[in-house]
């Protein structure tokens, strides 16, 4: 049978360099997209709608999935 929860010798995920360097990663592009929108707006495809609502969004999600 497969543990659900993981055992205290088991590592958790944030417990991982790299899935804290991806948190520290994700937290500064997403902060940029705040920071400077320009710099996304210009590499959205033309037939996207409300380009600077949608690189707020993206920036939002990324920092919620850095957290």
Same mark, same amino acid.
């Given at each position: 049978?497969?543990?659900? +929860?993981? =055992?205290?010798? +088991? &590592?958790?995920?944030? %417990?991982?360099? %790299?899935?804290?360097?991806?948190?520290?990663?994700?937290?500064?592009?997403? =902060?940029?997209?705040?920071?400077?929108?320009? +710099?996304?707006?210009?590499? +959205?495809? &033309?037939?996207?709608?409300?380009?600077?609502?949608?690189?707020?969004? %993206?920036?939002?999600?990324?920092?919620?999935?850095?957290?």
């Amino acid at each position: 049978m497969p543990r659900l +929860m993981p =055992s205290a010798d +088991m &590592p958790t995920l944030t %417990s991982r360099p %790299s899935a804290r360097a991806l948190g520290v990663v994700f937290t500064i592009a997403g =902060s940029l997209h705040f920071a400077r929108p320009g +710099m996304y707006e210009a590499i +959205m495809p &033309p037939y996207l709608p409300a380009h600077r609502e949608l690189v707020y969004l %993206s920036g939002a999600a990324e920092v919620a999935g850095a957290i």
